[in-house]
């Protein structure tokens, strides 16, 4: 329990037994009056409640993945056993010493990307610590740097006013008592201890929270793990929560990112859901946050292809438009820094941030569902729009609402044309003020804009293929949230994704015998992995290849001579890691889009 700074009047006569006496007693106070407040489901409820409510008004945080394996330049855990024999990755902390850290820098680069807190990797699936922990004998402190990582960042983040969360990675690969080992836990221990291990990860979670805290979030990982049990999980919830009541502890304690299973039954324990590398399905009754990348790799890189500002910025949109947080991941060099490229892309989110950004923090994500149109927020009596795709030259088309429209703005420049009706509301600004990544419009509504219910908006393509029954080979983890149906589905938030396969089919039915004049396929800019690939057309008794490509992209379009098709279907020939698309879509000899609330 870290004690609060205990001050008292003493006069000269008061004699030092006395004194630890008075320290003893008060402390005993403390720490008993905090175990009864965290016994009370109500006060530990609120302690929560009110601790997830200053979260999501953060809405953006900065992810670090670092540690020895940058030395590297391969993945954190994964790494071991595999591009790099275990006995020499363990040993890379002997020659760990990262000059350039800085602490402050760090921080203040997470300050300009607009960031309001940051998690930090204290310890991998490696089992390394980047702290001098007395619980384990492979640590920070053990590293020609010796320096306390973890409490340089915690002291940073203070001082620089954002929320300093720990990372802790459940799962550990190199302890002769976790039930797995490396490489990648693909091997079972064949004498494990996991009560031991529990205690290991009692032990070094609760000296995070006496030594560093109070912490934001205490954000574990390897929920997928079988060693692992809900059981474990939810009495490690428990556990910390009497330590630091208002501590916020994510779903990976427990098992599943989701608060609910597949089969629809609860997960366990969990204060938030994690989605990762993807933006979590809108929800505003679970807290969730995605984490997601920067480039492709958590852990440092040294050709790391980063995603384009662009997507960054849609991203983070997307995420509070949808009520969730956004945990942006960088890995640091070696020597400690953070890669200038990365540095970089981080100041120009920041900037955009800066100037439109008003939206994004302290909001609530809708009313207006995400989708291919954009996304929405609102915080009191104001909607924002951040309109990144117009159905052409037209205005957008929204839902109507429940409230009046007393007053709109253009917060990204030009002027905003919006007109509210019963068949809906139209929203435009003049095409050379329509920001590329995102243009702002704030709504003035005449009651909370929170009250608005919820609605999707859809800009239709045209596309023959949208909603009809999707088919594929392979889809990521058999996780619906990338089965087939996410590529015809005309929002480009979601998309099909497969296992790590060099080839596979996506297959649409049309239903009917079809006239197709037009293909276009889009692949997410952050995944173009297909180099090879046909589109083929089934005319009811056999198929016929109707085009050819290599590499596909964010926008694929080709005319054919039109073609009479009951089913359409994309082959991959050959990728780079599992192919990925956000739309597979087909029209007649022209395509409209159109919008309809
Ligand atoms: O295996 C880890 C991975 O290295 C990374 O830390 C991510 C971050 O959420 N979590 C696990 C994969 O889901």
Redesign the pocket.
């Known amino acids: 329990m870290r004690l609060n700074r205990i001050t008292f009047a003493i006069t000269p006569a008061a004699s030092a037994r006395g004194l630890i006496l008075a320290i003893a007693l008060s402390a005993f106070a403390a720490w008993g009056s905090s175990l009864a407040r965290a016994d009370d489901p109500s006060v530990t409820d609120a302690a929560t409640a009110d601790a997830i409510k200053h979260w999501q008004d953060l809405r953006f945080g900065l992810?670090v993945?670092w540690g020895p394996v940058s030395l590297k330049g391969t993945?954190?855990?994964?790494s071991r056993g595999s591009e790099v024999p275990a006995e020499e990755y363990d040993a890379l902390y002997k020659q760990f010493n990262p000059t350039e850290f800085n602490a402050d820098r760090w921080v203040a680069i997470a300050k300009s990307a607009g960031m309001r807190y940051l998690v930090f990797?204290t310890k991998?699936?490696d089992g390394f610590c980047m702290w001098p922990t007395k619980a384990a004998d492979y640590h920070i402190g053990q590293s020609p740097f010796r320096r306390d990582v973890v409490g340089e960042l915690a002291a940073a983040c203070r001082r620089g006013g954002i929320q300093f969360s720990t990372?802790y990675?459940i799962?550990d690969w190199r302890s002769p008592n976790y039930g797995l080992l490396s490489p990648g836990g693909s091997v079972k221990n064949p004498t494990p201890n996991m009560p031991r291990h529990f205690e290991l990860v009692k032990n070094q979670t609760r000296e995070l929270l006496e030594n560093y805290g109070p912490l934001g979030v205490m954000w574990f990982?390897?929920d997928?793990e079988e060693p692992w049990t809900a059981k474990n999980g939810d009495e490690l919830y428990g556990y910390l929560k009497t330590i630091q009541p208002s501590l916020i502890i994510n779903n990976?304690v427990s098992k599943g990112r989701l608060s609910t299973n597949a089969d629809g039954s609860p997960a366990g324990k969990g204060d938030f859901d994690?989605p990762?590398q993807h933006v979590g399905d809108f929800d505003r009754s679970q807290p969730w946050e995605s984490?997601i990348t920067i480039g492709e790799r958590?852990?440092w890189k040294t050709d790391e292809k980063l995603k384009s500002l662009k997507s960054c910025l849609q991203t983070l949109l997307y995420t509070v438009g949808g009520d969730g947080n956004l945990l942006l991941?960088v890995g640091p060099m070696p020597n400690g820094e953070i890669e200038p490229r990365q540095a970089s892309r981080l100041r120009e989110m920041g900037a955009w941030l800066a100037k439109y950004g008003e939206g994004v923090y302290g909001s609530r994500g809708g009313p207006f569902k995400p989708g291919d149109w954009g996304a929405s927020t609102c915080k009191g009596d104001k909607i924002y729009l951040f309109v990144m795709d117009w159905p052409g030259v037209g205005p957008l088309t929204l839902p109507a609402i429940n409230q009046q429209i007393v007053g709109y703005r253009s917060l990204s420049g030009g002027e905003a044309n919006v007109t509210a009706a019963p068949s809906g509301i139209t929203v435009d600004v003049s095409r050379e003020h329509r920001d590329p990544i995102a243009t702002v419009i704030e709504l003035t509504v005449s009651g909370q804009a929170f009250d608005v219910p919820p609605s999707p908006v859809t800009l239709r393509s045209g596309s023959l293929a949208f909603g009809r029954r999707a088919t594929a080979s392979n889809v990521f983890a058999q996780m619906s949230e990338y089965d087939a149906s996410r590529a015809v589905d005309d929002d480009r938030s979601t998309r099909w994704a497969t296992d790590d396969v060099a080839t596979a089919w996506l297959e649409v039915d049309l239903g009917e015998l079809t006239t197709i004049g037009r293909i276009e396929i889009e692949e997410p800019e952050e995944f173009r992995r297909v180099e090879s690939f046909q589109v083929q057309s089934y005319d009811g008794r056999q198929w016929h290849v109707l085009l050819e490509g290599e590499a596909i992209g964010p926008q694929w379009t080709r005319e054919v001579p039109p073609v009479e098709a009951s089913r359409v279907r994309l082959i991959v020939l050959r990728s780079k890691g599992g192919p990925t698309i956000d739309e597979f879509r087909m029209f007649g000899s022209q395509g409209e889009t159109e919008t309809t609330p």
């Open positions: 992810f993945h993945e954190a855990g994964w990797t991998h699936h990372y990675s799962p990982d390897g997928w990976r994690t990762e984490c958590w852990s991941n």
